[in-house]
């Protein structure tokens, strides 16, 4: 059964840093570009970060860059967000993505966890 499992969200101050996680089941994430999206009620889902599986090239959105990091554990399947001098607007539900396309379209999503920055 493919699953993707987020976890690290919470409640931090204004310039503080957090630490997300996120393990996959059922799939090699090493098989698939990893991207963490996130979303604030009443607007689109944005992408935060992405690290494709091959030659695993990274992308920031703008508003992320030089404070955030994405990146893999192999052997752990698992995917981090690293994000620090956390901002106000960086309040969202954060979700972990695996996709690939191959013969078909494959798109897997986690749950999301709730990151919220206090000023």
């Known amino acids: 059964q493919v699953q993707l499992v987020e976890s690290g969200g919470g409640l931090v101050q204004s310039g503080g840093s957090l630490k997300l996680s996120c393990v996959a089941s059922?799939?090699?994430?090493?098989?698939?570009?990893a991207n963490w999206y996130r979303q604030v009620p009443g607007k689109e889902r944005e992408l935060v970060a992405s690290?494709?599986?091959?030659?695993?090239?990274?992308v920031y959105a703008d508003s992320v860059k030089g404070r955030f990091a994405i990146s893999r554990d192999d052997l752990k399947n698992t995917i981090y967000l690293q994000m620090n001098k956390l901002k106000p607007e960086d309040t969202a539900v954060y979700f972990c993505?695996?996709?690939?396309?191959?013969?078909?379209?494959?798109?897997?999503w986690g749950q999301g966890t709730q990151v919220t920055v206090s000023s």
């Open positions: 690290d494709e599986s091959f030659g695993r090239n990274t």
């Open positions: 993505n695996a996709w690939r396309f191959k013969t078909h379209r494959e798109d897997y």
């Open positions: 059922g799939f090699t994430f090493s098989d698939y570009d």
